[in-house]
């Protein structure tokens, strides 16, 4: 079986800050990696995925993540965030298709003027 | 319409009572999930419905819990005699066969047991 831990909870960052949620996995065997947003009263959305070949990952609204076999990990990035990315983030690993999707518990994301 | 429709969007209920909750997911899609969303929680995994297999019901809390999809389309989850710990968001979602986590979500049925 799979798992998702999300460090932190909650991160409160000012406008125009970068900012990274970081997010671990254990899994026994090879994973695919996702990020879903679910922004306030809304339904939540893919924000991006790692299925196979560059680690690097883009996704909309300027987020990109990396996925980092050796650490087993797969944070969040953005260079600089806007208000309107004030939203719930949650990091998700399956394993095969058609499966189940594992969720981390989740990371609000503040940001302030 | 062209999202994944949940309803009702709000059941406030009494304890003991039953529930019904409704999916319609995004036409096309094969795969049928169900979640829980509790309040300062993840979201918890129930049920998941692919075609014609039988359903993975692994994640269902209780034998109070129960689902079905009917025709391969609409899935309606199903709470017995509810507690009030069983207060949470349900989502919906579903997805393509071969788009693996690739899920569509719905904007959830918020149920509260007095």
């Known amino acids: 079986a799979q798992s998702v831990t999300q460090l932190d909870s909650q991160v409160p960052v000012f406008e125009e800050a970068p900012v990274e949620l970081r997010c671990n996995y254990s899994s026994s065997v090879s994973v695919y990696l996702f990020w879903y947003v679910q922004y306030p009263n809304q339904g939540l959305q893919l924000l991006l995925k790692?299925?196979?070949?560059?680690?690097l990952v883009k996704g909309i609204n300027g987020f990109e993540a990396e996925f980092n076999k050796s650490q087993t990990s797969f944070h969040l990035r953005k260079p600089s965030v806007h208000i309107s990315d004030t939203a719930e983030y949650f990091c998700?690993?399956?394993?095969?298709?058609?499966?189940?999707?594992?969720f981390g518990g989740g990371t609000r994301l503040m940001v302030k003027p | 319409g062209a999202g994944v429709s949940q309803s009702p969007s709000n059941k406030v209920t009494e304890k003991g009572k039953d529930v019904e909750l409704r999916c319609d997911p995004i036409?096309?899609?094969?795969?049928l999930y169900w979640y829980r969303q509790s309040l300062g929680q993840g979201l918890e995994f129930l049920i998941y419905f692919q075609g014609n297999s039988a359903p993975d019901k692994s994640g269902l809390p209780s034998d109070r819990f129960s689902a079905e999809r009917t025709g391969g389309s609409v899935s309606t989850l199903t709470i017995q005699r509810t507690q009030q710990e069983d207060s949470a968001v349900y989502l919906c979602a579903s997805s393509f066969w071969g788009s693996p986590g690739e899920l569509f979500f719905g904007e959830g049925s918020r149920l509260t047991v007095l």
């Open positions: 998700a690993v399956t394993t095969n298709a058609g499966n189940m999707l594992t």
């Open positions: 790692y299925l196979s070949g560059s680690t």
């Open positions: 036409s096309g899609h094969t795969a």
